[in-house]
């Protein structure tokens, strides 16, 4: 069974430019995370969704960052514009069912130059 | 205001004695908790979980301890091997309000396992 894909696994950007992160979860997952990890922290909720509803992005700053699921699959994650403070790993995990054990891609490193 | 804490940033540990690394939390609303483990440019992997219905969980090596009235947990490792060096994070899920199945995790152990 394939496990949680993320990509890219690394990107580099100027600030202010925009930078996406895609995920496809795994089959059969309704329920999607997005996590952000700084250096030296625990992964930090971003936005849930379950299926095609996001169900919790109160965490999520919405003057730029954006995410959608539109087909309750893959979820698209969005920054625009990136900042300096953005640089860290922005993780993608699924889950069964919501509060089940949470399964998590490889992540994607981000640095903001 | 942290909910889950991990208060050892790190732990090393001779190869063959027990690893024993802690959590506490403050949120009396978690009624369940896991522990993941993350290697270096990987995503965090799951390795044991515990309903607030128990108290103790085993799984091969790896046995976690819930404490309710303490609100802690611990997870132990016996014995501890050179491959179980990573960091370890401990999180939590419980069923209240609008976070109903979020998990909320700690800062993470780093474990060092010395051979």
């Known amino acids: 069974e394939a496990g949680v894909v993320q990509s890219p696994r690394y990107k580099i950007i100027e600030k202010k430019q925009p930078v996406a992160f895609w995920c496809n979860p795994i089959?059969?997952?309704?329920?999607l995370y997005w996590y952000l990890q700084n250096l030296g922290q625990g992964p930090e909720l971003l936005i849930r969704?379950?299926?095609?509803?996001?169900?919790?992005d109160s965490q999520l700053p919405k003057d730029r960052f954006s995410a959608e699921r539109l087909k309750g699959v893959d979820s698209t994650l969005k920054i625009q514009p990136a900042e300096l403070g953005d640089s860290a790993v922005y993780l993608c995990a699924s889950s069964s069912r919501p509060g089940g054990k949470l399964f998590f891609g490889s992540g994607t490193q981000l640095s903001v130059l | 205001d942290q909910q889950v804490k991990q208060n050892s940033p790190s732990l090393s540990v001779q190869e063959g004695r027990i690893s024993i690394l802690n959590c506490d939390y403050t949120n009396s609303m978690f009624d369940y908790f896991l522990w993941y483990k993350k290697y270096p440019a990987e995503g965090p992997t799951f390795l044991i979980s515990i309903s607030s219905i128990k108290d103790k969980n085993e799984d091969g090596r790896f046995t976690v301890f819930l404490n309710k009235s303490a609100k802690h947990l611990s997870l132990h490792i016996v014995p501890s091997q050179p491959g179980d060096s990573a960091v370890y994070f401990c999180?939590?899920?419980?069923?209240?309000?609008?976070?109903?199945?979020?998990?909320?995790f700690g800062k993470g152990t780093k474990l060092s396992v010395k051979p």
């Open positions: 969704y379950e299926n095609e509803e996001a169900v919790d």
């Open positions: 089959s059969g997952h309704n329920t």
């Open positions: 999180a939590a899920a419980g069923n209240y309000g609008g976070s109903q199945g979020n998990l909320i």
